[in-house]
């Protein structure tokens, strides 16, 4: 059974940082690709970064930029998300989504298992 356990979400104020952690058990990222998305009230899931199986592309929404940063230890099969220059439209639950891709995509549809999620709230 495959489950991914997102950590590290917390309250912070306008220019904080946060790094959100995402540990898997039963699916191995060494081959796949791994994304963060987020959800805000009332939206749909959107994009915020990903990365491929090997580690060695990534991928970011407009957005965030600059600001964040994905990476992951292949050893631990946890990946990662440093937040940085946090503001307040980053308030969402973020969420890590993972599959049988090699290479990372911006829609949600693709991925195959995801975490419960870990809120984020950014204070101005």
């Known amino acids: 059974q495959v489950q991914l356990v997102e950590t590290g979400g917390g309250l912070v104020h306008t220019g904080g940082s946060l790094r959100l952690s995402c540990a898997a058990s039963?699916?191995?990222?060494?081959?796949?690709?791994t994304a963060w998305f987020r959800q805000r009230p009332g939206k749909e899931r959107e994009f915020v970064a990903g990365?491929?199986?090997?580690?060695?592309?990534?991928i970011y929404a407009d957005s965030v930029q600059g600001r964040f940063t994905i990476s992951k230890e292949n050893a631990k099969n946890t990946a990662y998300l440093q937040m940085n220059d946090l503001e307040p439209e980053d308030t969402a639950v973020y969420y890590c989504?993972?599959?049988?891709?090699?290479?990372?995509?911006?829609?949600?549809?693709?991925?195959?298992?995801w975490g419960q999620g870990t809120q984020v709230t950014v204070s101005s």
């Open positions: 989504g993972t599959g049988f891709r090699a290479l990372p995509t911006m829609t949600p549809k693709l991925y195959d298992y």
């Open positions: 039963g699916h191995s990222f060494t081959n796949y690709a």
């Open positions: 990365i491929s199986g090997s580690g060695s592309s990534t």
